[in-house]
């Protein structure tokens, strides 16, 4: 019993990943899963760049992702296409991260995907050569590193992945076993090529070639494509929810022969096996967390005892790739199909209720039909029991399926067990957690991964079933459309209450007043003899008070009173096994109200109730009362994280698990996944233990392990971790900048980790690291190297320097394994001299410490400089700086000397020089070429087959910038290969055309491009070698050109994008994720604001400005409110920050501090308690801040940290001059120092009395830094499937990215911002294709998801609304989607204000919306609104403000104003004619418009006259006044949101083919030029209905 109740308590509620199943909905299963989407007609999408909108990231990889990840160059090129040549073309891939190019750039897909897409789907034959698609995934993901990543690395990443999708046979035909879902894609075949610069098949046998069976070629006999189609998964009759096809999940299933002409494919196309496979992962998922935690070492658990003999394919997924045909399976005539086991269904009989069915799979363990049990509303209150099947007791951790006699059908019944201590206990926090499941305080409060969602308040319930039992919103008369006063335009006020609307469920229905432990605990020896566990004591609603004991049989009354210890049962004693059934009949209002609250909890989405992975805080929270509450109590005096007492072994040893779970396997996926996933579980729970730890060090609640030292000195350890704060102790970084460099230093180091973490090399370890920020105080966590506390530094550290390069010590096995991190890190290895002036060889900057713990392993800390220092904040004498640095005032002297370059601009920086490299390369080769010819006199035409035929070469010679990089960058490619392989053939004019290429851009080595840097240049203290002087001359000047490049380049960049709208920052966090996306440090934001003054289009910059500048201020004001709390003891605390923030936003002139009350000061201080704190001995010094001291404090702040001069004096005059909302202001500088305020109307403009006092500080949070481990199967499919979309492929894009969300499901749990990602783009997918109620049921997941992991105010969450808003209005709920719409506004209003771009789609939408229910007159507030910010934002001229002149235009059609929607029309009119011309088609649908518009003027005109002539008895001709369709409705709405649907015919089809060709060449001239200009229209070409093949064609704004 013991193992499997651990189980139970361990992933309770935080895990129960799948709601009640109601005994009539058997293949009900996980509802947190995505049902197959349903075949349907293909609609399609227009790029977001289309419709210039920006607003999609989704569709756009981000350029963010970790490391390596980060070039994963998603264009597939046609392989046909590629068969004559050997090089495929060079894709500069920062063109593939812009939205409008994808689009264009594959369509030379036409043909081939147009040949498949009219085949119907149950067609037996196909196209030759569809091969699997799974081929072609491992051709996208192996290549995950940019070309300097070396091609030993790149094969054996091709080997990993090949191994990974344990490709079988790649017989024509035979489909291979046990593949994941995403197989009978049709024109997948003809599109798989291998990808990026990789794919010349040069290095050993890693890339097979074209035709070999390895890869999927268009070379295969035409015999092949007969079966090909029918290639789904067919399963005799059972129902789909229970099939699992999951690729290592076929041990148990069987393989059968089918002849091809088998009943194979109707119907089947889509095998609709989507949900069941994610419920198995989920369940696999929640199985390997429980196994992990007992297993740290990693067993690798799949389905059957072991790995699986059964799967012919997988014999080592024969290292070459190349898989040979087993003999006796002809391709050609039979297909091999996977069968897999069913579910099945079992009764269920409990005490006290009906027998009830359950559906089970085979896979799932008995533990998981525990869970189930405990989350059911019914059953929920039983902990404490065992399943018995013929009166045997199941193991908990057995599968079903090797339970002897386990059968459709069979009877479990749930037998009582009893009790023990543990198990009391365990029921008791159980029945808590079910009392307090509604209760949103520890949201509030921060706690248990707890966090807030309103969703559910705004739909009135769950959208999906719910939804359509509520009457359909289309009888617009009963809609309430009116908005608030406060979200309408034009309005100044910014509510904060509405912020946080009361939930209706959050009343808790009151069940008991107090259920606590009792006093009289624990039980005395004799009664412990009687089966005494413990002793609760309640007071019931009625006001009844009793004592309970709980014994090994379960719970009576007993006879003890608050002061009479008396253990005799009560009379009448009701023994219950349960507490609920006890409590349920002592007190009715119990009975009554706790089944009424389980009806409620069982009825929330469940993602309003599972557990998120990292803590997120709310910064505004209501006044609470603060309740009773037994097990809160006893958590906080014990030392208890997450579930930690029922962990055998009690504290855990963190080093251990961390370690352990990165030494798992991995070489195929069902590996990886295990490993990712116990990686991200180990990680979040460290991080959790290391912020509470934090916080408790801090607060005082530890002791010192060197309690003798003052109190900056300090170190702590607690739970395992070692806790340090960041004070520069002994001198430590004196040369540095002392204290500002301690503190800094932390958050460099944990960007070290995380950069080695990605880079992810067997035998090189990292520690554990969070960093937090509380109070004031920066504290490090991490975890312990096991021996190290035992030793002095100077033994164990045999690697690095612990004096900053005086005495530097290596090791081979270090230099080794750095030496693997060296490429993918761009890091130099480098020679420099130690004291005694020896040269010692490294790998990595001096500071790098490695040391070998007790138990064998080789760790590295102190990575604060992984990166090469920014030269522009570190002046050296006698260094010169380029000239674009001295033209913006650098090199300029920093607080500290550890400013880093970011690994994104090393990053970005090294690929503008690959570029370069090429283009210098082409040329020289163009050059010589041209001169042989020249000698030799005639070309012929089989002389270069790069090249085709002679005239491309006249072109080139004349037009040298376009051809020579299609066709020379090929040569270069290859050549650049060759040379590297070092092979003989090369002549020397080739290998001088590359050393110079290689000189030109400062690679370190002559024969291949490889840009590195040392990071120890321009450190104090280290002395270089004189042999290397020519080296770090050449590494010094790369330094300064790195530099130069941030500020030439990448600023630049980063305004043009947000010009360009391709990037729109809200807040001041999606502001800093952009800058640093780019690379771009924060201490570069005043020039980036700069920057923005003088660009010419500054007002188009508005907003970007204006975030720029409340980042500014806030952050300035971060940085001084940091040092004025660490002088304010804990109980001046509130008062303190109130006054902070009265002097930072309050209009009130000379607000004074409340010191706390003389009373509670002690007058004796006593010395030794003076140490203890870790402010100054004067505690009150912050109490004379006053609001002009601060606002100084802030404006010399501002210049001396971002070189920027903010013109103001005091908050008034900040919102003035910039326009800044004060509300906005507090909200930023809340999150970024932890304040929770509460959550009322604070009135800042009040000169009488301050805006804060201090009963309105209600918490102060930590600040949590920490590393986020990546689910990098996951993501690759992720980014597969975003290309897939680009490239016009939805239904392929659609299988990648629910295959995406399986995986991330596998490794991240339910909730996490990458899964959100998903099934945003999922829902738009389903949403495109015509499944409106699937888009709706995904994208409300998205919504919900965003609000629990990013916060409920966040940018992202306020797309996710109104992304949720358009299905809603498509699945006609329309009072919702207005609600919904009006909430996105009102966030948006609050994070940022009303003058925003994206404040114009909003407005358009609501307008939209508003004229659908014929509230013409709000409509045309907003739309008007919408109308003036996009000609500020878009330009008047641009396509987006004729699109709103016609929006408006309707609406005043419907009121039958007719002169004012001429008036509008016309503008739409003239836009359109002068950026399109006369003869597109948007014109001509203008025109029509005006010419009806002007028909209906002169009727209403005749009207009118004829009523004035004829007086009441006129002859009124019936006028058409229009109410709008719904259908048009949302096609407008679709435009607007960047959706497009266009028939096209045969003709349009083969002329786009033409202009795609042509668009083709000009495309890959344009990246290699470095211009990342969208072309004019982009097209995208989908798989659509035979019958009428339609594309959509995305308008781009072309001159806007």
Not at 83 to 106: F, N, Q, Y
Not at 155 to 180: I, K, L, N, T
Not at 596 to 610: C, D, G, M, S, T
Not at 1129 to 1157: K, M, R, V
Request: aromatic share 6%.
């Amino acid at each position: 019993m013991g193992n499997s109740l651990f189980a139970n308590c361990c992933r309770h509620v935080t895990d129960l990943i799948f709601q009640t199943r109601s005994s009539n909905s058997p293949d009900e299963r996980s509802p947190l899963l995505p049902k197959p989407p349903k075949s349907c007609t293909v609609c399609l999408e227009v790029p977001e760049a289309a419709q210039c909108t920006g607003l999609f990231p989704d569709i756009i990889p981000n350029e963010a992702v970790t490391g390596s990840l980060q070039k994963c160059t998603e264009y597939i090129q046609d392989l046909s296409k590629a068969k004559g040549e050997e090089g495929l073309v060079m894709v500069c891939d920062k063109s593939c991260l812009r939205p409008g190019i994808g689009a264009a750039d594959l369509l030379q897909r036409v043909e081939a995907s147009r040949a498949v897409a009219v085949l119907p789907s149950d067609l037996g034959e196909g196209p030759a050569g569809l091969v699997d698609h799974a081929q072609s995934l491992e051709a996208c993901q192996s290549c995950v590193k940019l070309e300097d990543s070396g091609l030993a690395h790149r094969s054996c990443r091709r080997e990993e992945h090949v191994a990974a999708a344990g490709r079988v046979d790649a017989a024509p035909g035979a489909r291979p076993v046990g593949q994941s879902h995403i197989e009978e894609q049709s024109a997948v075949g003809l599109d798989t090529a291998l990808v990026g610069l990789d794919s010349v098949p040069k290095h050993g046998g890693a890339a097979p070639s074209p035709g070999s069976p390895g890869t999927p070629s268009c070379s295969l006999p035409t015999t092949a494509g007969k079966t090909a189609l029918a290639q789904s998964t067919v399963v005799p009759p059972v129902p789909t929810s229970k099939v699992s096809p999951m690729a290592w999940d076929v041990s148990a299933g069987f393989v059968v022969p089918v002849p091809a002409a088998g009943p194979s494919g109707r119907g089947s196309r889509r095998a609709p096996a989507l949900p069941s496979k994610q419920q198995q992962q989920k369940k696999r998922r929640r199985k390997k967390k429980l196994m992990a935690l007992e297993h740290p070492s990693g067993v690798a658990l799949m389905n059957g005892s072991g790995p699986h003999e059964s799967l012919k394919g997988e014999k080592d997924a024969r290292q070459n790739g190349h898989e040979e045909a087993d003999p006796g399976e002809d391709g050609n005539d039979q297909e091999v199909i996977v069968i897999q086991d069913t579910g099945f269904t079992v009764k269920i009989c409990a005490p006290g209720i009906e027998p009830f069915s359950l559906q089970v799979s085979p896979q799932e363990m008995v533990q998981e039909i525990h869970q189930v049990l405990m989350d059911r509303e019914d059953t929920c209150h039983r902990t404490c029991f065992s399943l018995q099947l013929d009166g045997n007791v199941l193991d908990n951790f057995a599968e079903l399926k090797t339970i002897e006699g386990l059968q459709e059908g069979s009877l479990l019944k749930v037998v009582e067990e009893p009790y023990t201590v543990r198990e009391a206990r365990i029921h008791v926090r159980h029945i808590r957690d079910l009392l307090k499941s509604l209760d949103p305080s520890d949201a509030f409060n921060g706690v248990d991964c707890n966090s807030l969602s309103f969703l559910s308040v705004f739909t009135e319930g769950d959208l999906g079933d719910s939804g359509k039992r509520k009457k359909k919103g289309t009888e617009t008369e009963q809609i309430d459309c009116t908005p608030p006063e406060h979200i309408l335009p034009g309005s100044k006020e910014r509510p904060l209450c509405a912020l946080q609307p009361q939930n209706r469920d959050w009343k808790p229905l009151q069940c008991l007043k107090v259920l606590t432990m009792s006093g009289w605990n624990p039980p005395p020896g004799n009664r412990k003899m009687h089966g005494d566990l413990m002793y609760l004591y309640v007071i019931t609603v009625e006001d009844r008070h009793v004592s309970i004991t709980a014994s090994t049989r379960g719970f009576y009354l007993n006879q003890s009173t608050a002061y009479n210890f008396n253990p005799k049962p009560a009379n009448p004693s009701f023994l219950s096994h349960s507490l609920v059934e006890l409590l349920n009949q002592i007190s009715p209002t119990f009975k009554k109200n706790f089944s009424a609250l389980q009806k409620k909890r069982v009825q929330r989405h469940p993602f309003e109730r599972i557990a998120t992975p990292f803590q997120v805080y709310s910064w505004t929270a209501p006044q609470a009362e603060h309740a009773m509450d037994c097990v809160r109590a006893e958590d906080a005096y014990t030392s208890r994280l997450g579930y930690e007492e029922h962990i055998p072994g009690q504290t855990r040893d963190w080093n251990e698990e961390l370690q352990t779970t990165r030494e798992l396997p991995r070489k195929n996926l069902p590996e990886r996944l295990l490993r990712e996933r116990a990686l991200f579980k180990v990680h979040s729970d460290f991080t959790a233990a290391a912020t509470r730890g934090a916080m408790a060090v801090i607060d005082g609640n530890v002791m010192a392990i060197n309690p003798s030292e003052e109190t900056k000195m300090q170190m702590f350890i607690w739970n395992n971790i070692f806790f340090s704060l960041g004070f520069d102790v002994r001198d430590h970084y004196k040369d540095f900048g002392g204290d500002v460099a301690a503190y800094v230093a932390p958050t460099n180091d944990l960007n070290g980790v995380r950069t080695y973490n990605a880079v992810d090399v067997e035998g090189l370890y990292t520690l554990g690291t969070v960093v937090v920020d509380y109070r004031g105080y920066r504290v490090t966590a991490q975890s312990i190297i096991p021996g190290i506390l035992e030793r002095e530094q100077e033994q164990s550290v045999i690697y690095g320097s612990i004096d900053f390069g005086k005495t530097v010590v290596s090791h081979p096995k270090y230099l080794e394994l750095l030496e693997k991190t060296s490429r993918p890190l761009k890091i130099q290895k480098h020679k420099v001299l130690n004291d005694k002036n020896e040269e010692v060889e490294l790998c990595s900057s001096v500071e790098c410490k490695g040391i070998i713990g007790n138990d064998g392993r080789h760790y590295i800390l102190d990575l604060l400089r992984t990166f090469p220092p920014d030269l522009n904040f570190l002046p050296v004498e006698g260094e010169e700086m380029p000239e674009e640095c001295k033209k913006m005032g650098f090199p300029k002297q920093h607080r500290h000397k550890l400013c880093c370059l970011r690994q994104e601009l090393v990053d970005a920086f090294v690929e503008h020089r690959y570029l370069l490299f090429m283009k210098l390369a082409a040329l020289q080769l163009m050059q010589q070429k041209a001169n042989k010819q020249e000698s030799s006199g005639a070309l012929e035409n089989g002389a270069s087959p790069e090249n085709g035929t002679a005239d491309t070469e006249k072109s080139e010679s004349e037009d040298g910038k376009i051809d020579d990089s299609v066709t020379g960058l090929d040569q270069v490619k290859e050549l650049a290969e060759t040379i590297a392989s070092d092979d003989g053939t090369v002549d020397p004019k080739s290998r001088e055309v590359i050393r110079n290429a290689c000189k030109a851009v400062g690679s370190i080595s002559d024969t291949s491009f490889d840009i590195r840097f040392n990071p120890d240049i321009f450190s104090p203290g280290v002395r270089f070698p004189e042999s290397s002087k020519e080296e770090v001359q050449d590494q010094k000047q790369l330094l300064k050109d790195a530099a130069a490049f941030l500020l030439s380049c990448q600023i630049p960049g980063l305004v043009k994008d947000c010009l360009d709208h391709t990037v729109l920052p809200m807040d001041g966090a999606t502001l800093a994720e952009a800058m640093h996306q780019r690379g771009i440090n924060m201490r570069y934001l005043g020039k980036v604001i700069n920057f923005i003054t003088k660009t010419p289009g500054r007002a188009q910059l508005d907003h970007i400005f204006k975030i720029g500048i409340s980042e500014l201020i806030t952050r300035s004001a971060k940085h001084i409110f940091k040092t004025y709390l660490q002088g304010v003891e804990l109980s001046g605390l509130s008062a303190a920050i109130s006054h902070f923030l009265n002097c930072f936003l309050s209009s009130f002139p000379n607000p004074i501090a409340h010191l706390p009350a003389d009373e509670l000061v002690s007058k004796k201080k006593n010395k030794k308690r003076k140490n203890r704190n870790l402010g100054n001995a004067d505690n009150t010094a912050w109490a004379s801040m006053t609001p002009q001291e601060l606002w100084k404090n802030i404006c010399s702040e501002a210049k001396n940290y971002f070189d920027f001069s903010l013109e103001c004096e005091s908050a008034d005059q900040a919102a003035e001059v910039y326009n800044l909302q004060k509300i906005t202001l507090l909200r930023e500088i809340s999150l970024k120092t932890g304040v929770q305020v509460m959550l009322k109307e604070y009135n800042f403009d009040n000169r009488h009395k301050p805006t804060f006092t201090e009963e309105d500080i209600l918490n102060i949070f930590p600040v949590v830094k920490h590393v986020n481990p990546k689910a990098s199967d996951a993501f690759h499919f992720f980014q597969s499937g975003q290309a897939k979309v680009q490239q016009g492929f939805l239904k392929e894009g659609c299988e990648l990215i629910n295959e995406a969300l399986n995986l991330f499901n596998n490794v991240y749990g339910a909730m996490h911002v990458e899964i959100c990602a998903c099934l945003r783009l999922l829902a738009r997918l389903n949403y495109i294709m015509g499944d409106y109620s699937e888009a709706l049921s995904n994208q409300q997941k998205a919504v919900l998801m965003s609000e629990r992991v990013l916060g409920i105010e966040h940018p992202n969450t306020i797309q996710e609304y109104m992304h949720l808003a358009l299905y809603c209005f498509a699945n006609s709920q329309l009072s919702t989607a207005l609600n919904l719409l009006y909430r996105a506004r009102y966030l948006m209003l609050l994070v940022f204000g009303e003058d925003h771009p994206e404040m114009a789609l909003l407005d358009n939408n609501i307008g939209l919306v508003l004229h659908g229910v014929m509230e013409y007159d709000l409509s045309l507030r907003f739309l008007e609104n919408a109308l003036a910010i996009s000609s500020k934002y878009h330009g008047s001229k641009s396509l987006k403000v004729a699109l709103s002149h016609h929006l408006v235009a309707r609406v005043y059609e419907s009121k039958a104003e007719f002169r004012s929607a001429l008036q509008h029309e016309k503008e739409g009119y003239t836009i359109y004619k002068n950026q399109l011309g006369e003869h597109h088609e948007k014109t001509k649908e203008s025109s029509e418009y005006l010419k009806y518009l002007t028909q209906q003027a002169v009727a209403l005109q005749r009207t009118m006259n004829e009523i004035y002539k004829n007086g009441s008895n006129a002859n009124i001709m019936p006028l058409k006044f229009t109410a709008p369709s719904m259908a048009s409705v949302l096609e407008q709405l679709n435009i607007i949101n960047g959706i497009l649907f266009i028939p096209l015919s045969q003709k349009d089809l083969e002329n786009l083919k033409a202009e795609v060709q042509r668009r083709q060449q000009l495309q890959e001239s344009i990246k290699s030029g470095d211009q990342l200009e969208p072309a004019d229209k982009a097209v995208e070409e989908k798989e659509a209905e035979p019958s009428m093949p339609s594309t959509a064609i995305p308008l781009t704004q072309s001159s806007a």
